[in-house]
């Protein structure tokens, strides 16, 4: 796993040597659990910050790095003396901790060697998930994260000048456990809304 993360930062920078653009951003991530399953898993809201090169004019290719924080709260009724579920609900968190590595393939909707004021670009592509760290504030019950979640998803974003914004989804295709601590091991799908920063590396 050590390895798969250094090779990712290292492809990030290499890139970053040949690239037109350097992208650095933040923002939220919110997460859409496919099956909620018994466990009523329910999606919070996270953060996400890092930074992307991108390779190509009009056309491009989008390659980065970012660290990704992830929570998901699920729900455990209480049972009485002779086992039987009650009312009360107990509800925890499981908060875990990636390396999010997107490649995107995009358009720019206009050329930019027209030099226009804004543009609008759309992408899709596949990104890894690579756990950096996982916490359950359950101490009964110890799990193991997959340590590499795939995704695939498409988005979009509004450039003006050196500032864009930027929104896509991701369809989960890993579950999230290894073994079968739980009843329902979801796949969660992930939303994303980002602000950020572009410096230009090199022409258009």
């Given at each position: 796993?050590?390895?798969?993360?250094?090779?990712?930062?290292?492809?990030?920078?290499?890139?970053?040597?040949?690239?037109?653009?350097?992208?650095?951003?933040?923002?939220?991530?919110?997460?859409?659990?496919?099956?909620?399953?018994?466990?009523?898993?329910?999606?919070?809201?996270?953060?996400?910050?890092?930074?992307?090169?991108?390779?190509?004019?009009?056309?491009?290719?989008?390659?980065?790095?970012?660290?990704?924080?992830?929570?998901?709260?699920?729900?455990?009724?209480?049972?009485?003396?002779?086992?039987?579920?009650?009312?009360?609900?107990?509800?925890?968190?499981y908060t875990s901790q990636f390396l999010r590595v997107p490649i995107h393939a995009g358009l720019r909707l206009l050329d930019p060697a027209d030099a226009p004021l804004f543009?609008?670009?759309?992408?899709?592509?596949?990104?890894?998930?690579?756990?950096?760290?996982?916490?359950?504030?359950?101490?009964?019950?110890?799990?193991?994260?997959?340590?590499?979640?795939?995704?695939?998803?498409?988005?979009?974003?509004?450039?003006?000048?050196?500032?864009?914004?930027?929104?896509?989804?991701?369809?989960?295709?890993?579950?999230?456990?290894?073994?079968?601590?739980?009843?329902?091991?979801?796949?969660?799908?992930?939303?994303?809304?980002?602000?950020?920063?572009?410096?230009?590396?090199?022409?258009?």
């Amino acid at each position: 796993m050590r390895t798969l993360v250094l090779s990712a930062l290292l492809l990030t920078t290499g890139a970053g040597a040949i690239a037109q653009e350097l992208r650095l951003s933040g923002g939220y991530n919110g997460s859409n659990i496919s099956e909620a399953g018994d466990e009523r898993w329910k999606g919070q809201a996270g953060y996400q910050f890092g930074a992307d090169v991108l390779l190509g004019t009009r056309w491009f290719v989008k390659g980065g790095a970012h660290f990704m924080v992830r929570n998901v709260n699920y729900s455990v009724a209480a049972i009485d003396d002779q086992g039987n579920p009650t009312e009360n609900v107990n509800e925890f968190r499981y908060t875990s901790q990636f390396l999010r590595v997107p490649i995107h393939a995009g358009l720019r909707l206009l050329d930019p060697a027209d030099a226009p004021l804004f543009n609008i670009y759309i992408m899709a592509g596949p990104t890894a998930l690579f756990l950096l760290k996982s916490d359950l504030d359950n101490d009964a019950i110890t799990v193991k994260t997959n340590p590499a979640q795939w995704y695939i998803g498409a988005g979009g974003g509004l450039q003006f000048g050196a500032v864009f914004i930027e929104g896509g989804y991701d369809v989960a295709m890993t579950n999230v456990f290894k073994g079968n601590n739980f009843n329902t091991n979801p796949k969660v799908n992930q939303a994303y809304a980002l602000v950020g920063v572009r410096l230009k590396l090199a022409s258009d």
